[in-house]
């Protein structure tokens, strides 16, 4: 057993290549294992991009079966997974045999499964990240879509909160153009009662406490439409509509109810089309991949690992 050991050894040491054994598990019976050879390459790898700003290391390790002689090695297949270094050992197992099988094992042939490995991370290893190319903003690394789009939404928000507090100034001012319609209308009916000496006070007296009522509930709910977005709710239901215009009768207070519920629902429908676009500007993002070149792939280690597997021709003996 130790001429295979010491055979190998000697290849590593010459190339700089360490040599470790898996430990078994302690449940297993020694006498039904044998050692395989695989190949560990632990990588740094680094992700780039001048666009999103990005230099971010990380720190991989892989391991793929060496199989005998000099047959290509299948990094998509682990042999280890996952490596934890306390299950790695400088020295075997006795009670554990070696294989027969001797992988080639010298430098020109560990250049080669190293090249394999990095026209593979080359190929397929990608760092995703978000980007919304209207406020050009990208994800951290390791943020999540959430906290993406809550950064997103923060940005996007302030954007918009000039035109918000201008519509909430356009639909303050409707207000007040209905309450001096109002008011003159009123004015103009009283002229004409007093004229044909009709008794007015306790009419007036109603209309008056109906109208400051409305316009007050109306211009409340417009402030409160119009204070943030976000509790903002996107149809705001009318109470008046629900309550239904019993005991209105006469003409100006309709004609108030009328003008304030169309100026409410103005509000409603400009504020419904300014947070939609909202929404629009905070979900407008792509993802925006990063790859790697083969010189942002630096080895920091090599090592033949001996891993202990089931051998079933001796198990059956």
């Known amino acids: 057993m130790g001429s295979i050991y010491d055979a190998a050894a000697n290849a ?21 294992l044998v050692y395989c050879a ?4 632990d990588c740094s790898i680094n992700f780039r991009s001048l666009k999103a700003g990005l230099n971010e290391s990380e720190e991989r390790t892989f391991t793929a ?8 090695v299948d990094w998509d297949v682990p042999a280890i997974d996952p490596v934890i270094e306390s299950e790695l050992d400088p020295m075997p197992d006795q009670a554990i045999r070696p ?14 499964i190293e090249s394999d490995l990095v026209d593979r991370l080359t190929r397929r290893e990608r760092l ?17 879509l959430a906290g993406f789009l809550d950064r997103t939404a923060e940005v996007a928000l302030q954007e918009i909160e000039p035109e918000l507090k201008q519509l909430k100034h356009v639909y303050e001012l409707q207000l007040e153009q209905v309450r001096e319609a109002h008011l003159n209308r009123r004015g103009a009916m009283l002229a004409d009662e007093a004229g044909a000496a009709a008794p007015t006070s ?12 409305e316009f007050s509930e109306t211009e409340n709910r417009i402030t409160s439409l119009f204070t943030g977005l976000a509790g903002l709710v996107l149809q705001v239901p009318d109470a008046r509509e629900q309550d239904g215009e019993a005991g209105i009768k006469d003409g100006p207070a309709l004609d108030l109810r009328e003008d304030l519920v169309r100026v409410e629902r103005e509000a409603s429908d400009a504020l419904n089309a300014l947070y939609t676009r909202y929404l629009e500007m905070v979900r407008s ?6 790859g790697i070149q083969p010189s942002n792939i630096r080895v920091v280690r090599r090592a033949l690992v001996w891993v202990p597997v089931n051998d079933e021709g001796r198990g059956s003996e």
């Open 285 to 290: 993002y792509d993802d925006f991949v990063i």
């Open 128 to 144: 995703v990240l978000h980007y919304n190319a209207l406020f050009e903003i990208f994800s951290g690394v390791r943020e999540t």
């Open 202 to 213: 306790r009419l007036e007296i109603e209309r008056m406490l109906r109208g400051r009522t």
């Open 12 to 32: 590593m040491q010459h190339a700089r290549i360490a040599v470790l054994w898996r430990k078994r598990d302690p449940d297993s019976d020694p006498g039904t």
């Open 38 to 41: 695989s190949a560990l390459i």
């Open 99 to 112: 294989s027969d099988e001797r992988p080639l094992l010298d430098e020109e042939r560990w250049s080669e």
């Open 65 to 72: 079966w060496l199989r005998p002689g000099s047959t290509a």
